[in-house]
């Protein structure tokens, strides 16, 4: 049988530390053995801190990660101690991981990841984390190859993901890529999630609009957030900043990180998002709302900027279909193009209405 060992450290959340013994548990072989077997221990199996109003007593200390085939850092909260200032492991964490077998596979769930790259052991390698962290991570640790948008990241031996449920995702991956799509499946409906979710992490990350303080361009980008519906170009851009696009798209880039027409495209995906999660209108309207002008148009930038279609975005981020009048009424009397208003009209129309 696999053993997969979980370190428990100061700060573990509880809802991550028991995604692996739910998950792994749910895995079972045709006659309904278990696969996995999953034990949890803890620096000197003294009892943990967890980030709750809770103490968790932990019987087997970091000696037993030397019996483990998997060892998973489960998901802890950074504080202000060395590992979350500036990248050093503590002694106690780094003796610890000092009993995994070389040949042991290690995977990290949300900050765990943090403790795998203090190590060492991500270094020149691809990973992820929490997208809230993913800009101190990458800090912290420059020698790793940090993708934001992904739920998890199996490079070979060392598999890492991001926060919470995407731990969930990584480890029926594993189930999957250990004994088939059947077996990880079948353990999926056991716990009552999908087997696989389109997309990653890149849909739930929150893109604020920069504050439109008195820096060159602020005036600009208020402006053009106004009129997403209409078309809208660089020489526009500049003509309302009094520059030229050159000056432009130079000061765009100092003062925003990015260029105009990229910062452009991203307003009108975060505003498709807020269309597709409040209000019900069609596709096609919400690309004439957001300036995209084509269903197919937002769906590609939808697909290029969050990895999901509009349909599978608003499945994910609604419950049970709700009406906003509010939205409706407001979009009806600023009138806008034909398309857009005949989709207006016929929500109105509509019995739910």
Aim: charged share 25%.
């Amino acid at each position: 049988m696999h053993r997969v060992g979980v370190l428990a450290l100061d700060g573990v959340i509880p809802f991550d530390l028991g995604i692996p013994a739910r998950v792994f548990g749910a895995a079972r072989d045709a006659t309904g053995a278990r696969l996995y077997e999953v034990f949890t221990c803890a620096l000197a199996a003294r009892p943990v801190r967890t980030s709750q109003d809770m103490t968790l007593v932990v019987d087997r200390d970091e000696r037993a990660l030397a019996l483990a085939d998997t060892v998973v850092i489960a998901t802890h909260e950074l504080e202000s101690g060395s590992l979350a200032t500036s990248g050093v492991l503590p002694a106690d964490v780094a003796a610890a991981l000092g009993h995994v077998r070389s040949d042991a596979r290690l995977v990290s769930i949300c900050t765990g990841s943090f403790v795998l790259a203090a190590a060492g052991l991500l270094d020149g390698r691809l990973a992820t984390t929490h997208w809230l962290e993913t800009a101190r991570f990458q800090r912290l640790f420059p020698k790793v190859r940090v993708d934001p948008d992904v739920l998890f990241v199996d490079d070979g031996r060392i598999l890492t993901s991001a926060g919470a449920a995407a731990g969930i995702d990584l480890c029926l991956h594993i189930i999957r890529s250990d004994h088939g799509s059947e077996i990880a499946s079948a353990a999926a409906r056991r716990c009552v999630v999908p087997p696989w979710r389109e997309g990653g992490q890149a849909q739930f990350i929150e893109h604020p609009v920069p504050e439109a303080t008195d820096t060159t361009t602020a005036a600009a980008r208020t402006w053009a957030l106004e009129r997403l519906d209409q078309s809208l170009s660089l020489a526009d851009l500049a003509a309302t900043a009094h520059v030229s696009v050159r000056t432009l798209t130079r000061r765009f880039r100092a003062e925003v990180g990015t260029s105009p027409t990229r910062w452009l495209i991203q307003q009108r995906v975060d505003r498709a998002r807020r269309l597709l999660e409040i209000s019900e209108l069609p596709v096609e309207a919400i690309a004439h709302e957001t300036g995209f002008g084509t269903a197919a148009s937002l769906r590609q930038h939808l697909r290029d900027a969050i990895g999901v279609s509009p349909t599978a975005y608003r499945k994910t981020f609604r419950g049970r279909p709700r009406r906003n009048p509010a939205i409706r009424l407001q979009l009806l009397d600023r009138g806008r193009d034909r398309a857009t208003q005949a989709a207006v009209d016929y929500e109105l129309r509509s019995p739910h209405g």
